[in-house]
């Protein structure tokens, strides 16, 4: 057995010489095997143990249990006791979830205090199987059918190679006593169903299922970081042109990938694909999706801007971060208007103070520079193929009569364009955050 642990942990590259680790002692077989087998081989392990206080005696005894393991081998063991009743009803998940996160939480703060490498936990290869069919069973995307990984950050799993025969074979052979949870006994749970019902059955349509399940979730963990590494791709970019995807041959999971970094769940990604131009879609981490056309546009969604008053020359800054700076001079000779997008030139005469800047509403207008009627902005933004989110977040700048003189970065209105009877230019310059 130790052959085939010792050569999953060098492939997977799970544990050093001369590191010093965790070891989750539950008191069960699998976590006494695996403190067994680490320690003989040389290993410089601790045990820890938590006692959740959820069976009565039966937790006393696991503790007891671990302290003569430990004691009879000289293993350093640390233990911890929860009351999990009182944590799960105050942060309001069930007893599962809160010995989860008790156990998880304090195996890492102690691993921390320790400076040890990683945690080493018991899964092992039936484990990952019950894992495979539960997915299976509720419903899963190729992720959940890749089983239990050998690395999870600092949690590290070197049994998920052997089955749970093989490591009650190896405790028979070393005389080595294990304590039983009898919760494990019950089939009212979900994973006690698989593996005391489902799993039987199922050998007895083929005796190597479990192998057999093990190898497809392994083939299929190599499928996932192929798409991985084409969603790190993707992920570096905002814009995602479905069009690109088809060389790939099934865009939908790709893009239900790639939406995954944003925050969109499984069901939105779906109603993306379909929804017709325009239509926008908000995620639970705080970002804005736009169907346009063949692409898709993430960004973060839209926070309210104050509008900022401007009462005479000078620089001001925007909440955002964003500045205009306002200067007003004399014509001189050989004067010319500025042609930087982000710099404009006015009649000083034409323009009213206070100037307003604002991001655009509904109904706006005003009168494009060259052109003598009025246009709605909303229509001058289209005719520039702006999309939705880039028309949400326009400012504009407008005077105190309320023209407005600078679609900023666009467009000056025509009212108050520079002329040959232009005494004073007013030039406004703005500087994105």
Same mark, same amino acid.
């Given at each position: 057995?130790?052959?085939?642990? +010792? ?19 539950? $008191?069960?077989?699998?976590? &006494? ?23 009565? $005696?039966?937790?006393? #005894? ?45 195996? !890492?703060?102690?691993? #921390? ?16 199987? !019950? ?9 899963? $995307? ?36 294990? %304590? ?12 006690? =169903? ?21 190898? /497809? ?39 239900? !990938? ?7 769940? $499984? ?12 239509? &926008? ?9 736009? #169907? ?33 700076? @306002?200067?007003?001079? %004399? ?19 034409? &323009? ?22 009025? =246009? ?5 933004? /289209? ?7 880039? =028309? +949400?977040?326009?400012?504009?700048? &407008? ?5 407005? %003189?600078? @679609? ?26």
């Amino acid at each position: 057995m130790w052959s085939k642990v +010792r050569k999953y942990i060098d492939h997977h590259k799970l544990l050093e010489d001369n590191g010093l680790y965790l070891v989750a002692l539950s $008191g069960g077989a699998d976590s &006494v095997a695996l403190l067994l087998l680490l320690h003989e081989h040389g290993f410089r392990v601790h045990a820890a143990h938590c006692n959740f206080h959820l069976r009565g $005696g039966e937790s006393d #005894r696991d503790e007891a249990f671990c302290e003569s393991v430990c004691a009879e081998r000289q293993i350093p063991l640390h233990k911890a006791h929860f009351d999990t009743h009182e944590y799960a009803q105050l942060h309001k998940v069930s007893i599962e979830m809160a010995a989860r996160e008790l156990r998880y939480h304090w195996f !890492e703060q102690l691993r #921390r205090d320790m400076d040890a490498d990683g945690i080493c936990v018991a899964h092992h290869r039936d484990d990952s199987v !019950e894992t495979v069919l539960l997915n299976l069973i509720r419903g899963t $995307g190729l992720r959940g059918l890749t089983g239990i990984q050998p690395r999870n950050g600092y949690i590290l799993r070197p049994l998920l190679c052997v089955s749970r025969e093989d490591i009650e074979q190896y405790l028979l052979q070393l005389h080595q006593p294990y %304590v039983t949870d009898s919760t494990n006994l019950e089939a009212d749970v979900q994973r006690n =169903k698989v593996r005391l019902q489902l799993l039987p059955l199922l050998k007895t349509l083929n005796p190597a299922v479990s192998d057999n399940i093990q190898q /497809t979730a392994c083939h299929l963990t190599e499928a996932q970081k192929v798409l991985d590494a084409i969603n790190v791709d993707l992920a570096r970019h905002n814009i995602l042109e479905l069009s690109l995807l088809t060389k790939y041959g099934s865009s939908e999971y790709l893009v239900f !990938e790639w939406l995954k970094n944003y925050g969109f769940n $499984g069901t939105q990604a779906q109603q993306i694909l379909t929804a017709e131009t325009g239509r &926008v879609f908000s995620s639970s981490m705080g970002y804005d999706l736009l #169907r346009d056309r063949d692409r898709l546009i993430v960004e973060p969604s839209l926070k309210p801007l104050k509008t900022l008053r401007i009462p005479e020359e000078g620089t001001y800054v925007m909440e955002d971060g964003a500045r205009i700076v @306002l200067k007003e001079t %004399v014509v001189s000779s050989g004067f010319q208007p500025s042609k930087d997008p982000y710099r404009v030139t006015l009649d000083a005469d034409k &323009v009213a103070f206070p100037l307003t800047v604002r991001r655009v509403e509904p109904g706006d207008s005003m009168q494009p520079f060259g052109m003598q009627g009025r =246009k709605l902005l909303s229509d001058l933004m /289209t005719d520039l193929k702006m999309t939705l989110f880039e =028309k +949400r977040r326009q400012l504009v700048v &407008v005077d105190a009569s309320g023209v407005i %003189v600078w @679609l900023v970065g666009l467009r000056t209105d025509n009212r108050c364009r520079v002329d040959h009877n232009t005494h004073d230019v007013l030039t406004l310059t703005f500087h994105n955050p």
